[in-house]
């Protein structure tokens, strides 16, 4: 005959830590961690605040806190739970809020032909062909566009002036005055002298 499981009851808080060999069931307050070797269910108007190693969870109400289960973790509809769940089977139902991580165990475990030696060697292998594998030739950089140099002002050409000529010197002359109206006198007037008398 299978043992009755214990029973925390609608507003009792049971605070610390609790071990055994039997199912719990839930319907009050749990605070600290719980390792039992045995079932754990969690009603819908219950809350843990805990961390569980038990065989199997069951969760109707609010958990937060890690749990690892031998066996499997099913959320129900109405839970509201956060943390990290890890077991072999994890069920989560429509309807159910969840936040954390869900680990199932290794994989490799359960694929034929698949082992942790073998996914070393690929890794290996890709890490050595990722080594050899020539280096792709760096983009040659855009150069940015010069700015066009601006144009020096033009500065004004000095132009030495020239000195200015000598002015040409004056030809000499002949007396000037109207002489090629008079007719020339003869020598011999010009030499002589005219009296002129003054009437009285």
Do not use: C, W
Request: proline share 8%; no cysteine.
């Amino acid at each position: 005959m299978a043992k009755a499981p214990t029973v925390i009851t609608a507003g009792i808080v049971v605070s610390g830590r609790i071990e055994g060999a039997e199912d719990i069931e839930v319907f009050g307050a749990v605070k600290g961690s719980v390792h039992l070797d045995g079932d754990v269910f969690v009603d819908e108007q219950a809350r843990v605040d805990a961390d569980l190693e038990v065989n199997n969870l069951t969760v109707h109400g609010i958990l937060v806190g890690n749990v690892t289960a031998s066996d499997a973790i099913e959320l129900a509809s109405t839970a509201r739970v956060i943390g990290d769940l890890t077991a072999p089977r994890v069920i989560v139902n429509g309807g159910a809020l969840y936040r954390g991580t869900i680990d199932m165990g290794d994989i490799e475990d359960e694929i034929p032909g698949e082992s942790k030696s073998s996914r070393g060697k690929s890794a290996r292998g890709s890490s050595r062909s990722s080594r050899s594998a020539p280096a792709r030739a760096a983009r040659p950089e855009r150069e940015e566009p010069k700015a066009a140099a601006k144009p020096e002002p033009k500065r004004p050409s000095r132009s030495r002036k020239k000195a200015p000529e000598p002015a040409p010197e004056p030809e000499p002359v002949d007396d000037v005055g109207d002489d090629d109206d008079e007719p020339e006198l003869p020598k011999a007037a010009a030499k002589k002298k005219v009296a002129v008398k003054k009437r009285s």
